[in-house]
Nanobody
């Protein structure tokens, strides 16, 4: 059974940075659009960013645009989410997953129902 593995979370002060990694042991990410989602306590899971495999396109939610950067390294079979200028409202569990329906990030935010192979998530806490 395929399951993604997220890592790189932690406790960081406001204004700090973290880089999250998304890997899928034994499963190639090359031909999947990969999305990052987050879920804060008491809130619904929301799409943060995604990266297409057919055109390398990217999407960012307005709340993270200009601060987060998604990238993929096919040689390492890993997708990254570089998070800069972190804010307390970025505190959440971050998940990655594969889109089974779209090859591109063009067309709007990542939609949860299009994604599969969810990992356990990695906790990001932004606090002083």
């Amino acid at each position: 059974q395929v399951q993604f593995v997220e890592s790189g979370g932690g406790l960081v002060q406001p204004g700090g940075s973290l880089r999250l990694s998304c890997a899928a042991p034994g499963f190639s990410l090359d031909y999947y659009t990969i999305g990052w989602f987050r879920q804060a306590p008491g809130k619904e899971r929301e799409g943060v960013s995604c990266i297409g495999y057919s055109d390398g396109s990217t999407y960012y939610a307005d709340s993270v645009k200009g601060r987060f950067t998604i990238s993929r390294d096919n040689a390492k079979n890993t997708v990254y989410l570089q998070m800069n200028s972190l804010k307390p409202e970025d505190t959440a569990i971050y998940y990655c997953a594969a889109n089974l329906m779209r090859s591109t990030a063009v067309g709007g935010p990542p939609l949860i129902y299009e994604y599969a192979y969810w990992g356990q998530g990695t906790q990001v806490t932004v606090s002083s």
